[in-house]
């Protein structure tokens, strides 16, 4: 039982860090965004920048996290792959009220995570086709039909 306390514990911690990691998502979704709105590019650069950090991140995390269900599961004589954070709160009892609490709080920055990541992706959709429409109806005001039959085509290096 020794060995599943600490192993717990060193979950809990790992849980924690994953909190923050996600908080770090949901910040740099957020200045994405605003950058998004700004039209700015190297606004929207720098936070694209940085939220590829966090998720480049997440790999590290995702193994830790293995290895940390993989020894549980091992403890209590477990297939790997089939212990959550729910059972394993279930499984510990009172001595996992503080992994609970965490479970909730990460689901609820991973549910923040994911209606900012949409929001985002809703913005960079509607630049995108204010973008294409802008081309468009200079290109059509100019006469050039046959540069949208092409499509793709923003310069003509000939011209």
Do not use: C, F, K, Y
């Not at 009220?97 to 929001?119: C, F, I, P």
Request: proline share 1%.
């Amino acid at each position: 039982m020794n060995q599943v306390m600490t192993l717990l514990r060193q979950l809990e911690a790992h849980v924690q860090e994953e909190i923050g990691a996600q908080s770090r998502v949901l910040a740099a979704l957020e200045a994405q965004g605003e950058a998004l709105r700004s039209h700015e590019s190297a606004r929207i650069v720098a936070a694209t920048s940085t939220l590829d950090a966090e998720i480049m991140a997440q790999a590290r995390r995702t193994e830790r996290r293995n290895e940390l269900l993989s020894a549980l599961a091992a403890a209590w004589s477990l297939p790997t792959g089939t212990l959550t954070l729910g059972s394993i709160v279930q499984r510990v009892g009172d001595e996992g009220r503080r992994l609970a609490r965490q479970r909730e709080e990460l689901a609820a920055t991973v549910g923040n995570v994911a209606r900012q990541s949409r929001r985002n992706g809703l913005v960079a959709r509607l630049h995108q086709r204010v973008t294409s429409e802008v081309l468009q109806a200079v290109l059509v005001e100019s006469g050039d039909n046959a540069v949208l039959a092409e499509g793709g085509a923003l310069v003509d290096a000939e011209g």
